[in-house]
């Protein structure tokens, strides 16, 4: 039972260009999302938050949209950095994880 | 200021043997957990407390125990492991609540042959 999904496992983008990560969820009751990087043989970092009372919330190059109607969340960064090359999880209240998605940023 | 330490790093663990995995914070927080990641797969919950004393199964509990007898402290044990507990163990903390960031340790990765 994937009450967090994150359906694509990959993504490769140029430098410069808008990373889009997507994450949809099934349980209406969520209303706390998180979103955590991980590089190879280290634990997962914290990158940003966002309460369901928001629809979006901005840190630097990193931005998370919500979108409550649809159970949908997604991650934007702009612009890509080859440093953003990573793994992206994203996160729920009740400390579920979706599957990731393996971010590659080519320079 | 260590943050969250976990030991040991690798393990290879026959079928039917126990282990502790450990794991020690030093940032005082209050909750804890235990998480595994299987390739390909997201982080499952194994087992979480809120404080000392405290601790409460997650999503995949079966086939370990854990105790919290310090804030700082909160070992997983592995009893009769089996080939399906080869994963990757991270243990992570947060302050006040799960909404809370969580910091992770660097992860355990176990091979049971």
């Known amino acids: 039972d994937q009450q967090v999904k994150q359906n694509s496992p990959s993504l490769s983008v140029q430098e410069g260009r808008i990373s889009i990560l997507n994450c949809d969820y099934t349980?209406?009751?969520?209303?706390?999302f998180l979103w955590y990087k991980k590089y190879p043989a280290e634990g997962p970092t914290f990158l940003i938050s966002?309460?369901?009372?928001?629809d979006k919330n901005e840190d630097g190059r990193f931005t998370v949209f919500l979108n409550k109607s649809a159970k949908h969340l997604s991650l934007h960064i702009v612009p890509s950095q080859p440093g953003d090359s990573a793994v992206y999880f994203c996160?729920?209240?009740?400390?579920?994880f979706g599957a990731g998605t393996r971010l590659t940023v080519k320079p | 200021n260590a943050g969250v330490t976990q030991t040991p790093k690798f393990r290879i663990l026959k079928i039917g043997q126990s282990m502790t995995l450990q794991c020690a914070q030093d940032?005082?927080?209050?909750?804890m957990y235990w998480y595994r990641q299987d390739p390909g797969m997201g982080l499952k919950l194994i087992y979480y407390?809120?404080?000392?004393?405290?601790?409460d199964k997650g999503e995949v509990p079966n086939g370990y125990n854990v105790s919290r007898s310090t804030t700082e402290d909160f070992p997983l044990r592995l009893e009769l492991a089996a080939p399906s507990q080869t994963s990757v163990y991270f243990c992570?903390?947060?302050?006040?609540?799960?909404?809370?960031?969580?910091?992770f340790g660097p992860g355990t990765r176990l091979t049971v042959l």
């Open positions: 349980n209406s009751m969520f209303d706390y």
């Open positions: 992570a903390s947060s302050l006040f609540r799960e909404t809370d960031t969580q910091y």
């Open positions: 966002i309460s369901s009372i928001k």
């Open positions: 940032m005082n927080h209050n909750y």
């Open positions: 996160a729920a209240l009740d400390m579920r």
């Open positions: 407390s809120v404080g000392a004393g405290i601790t």
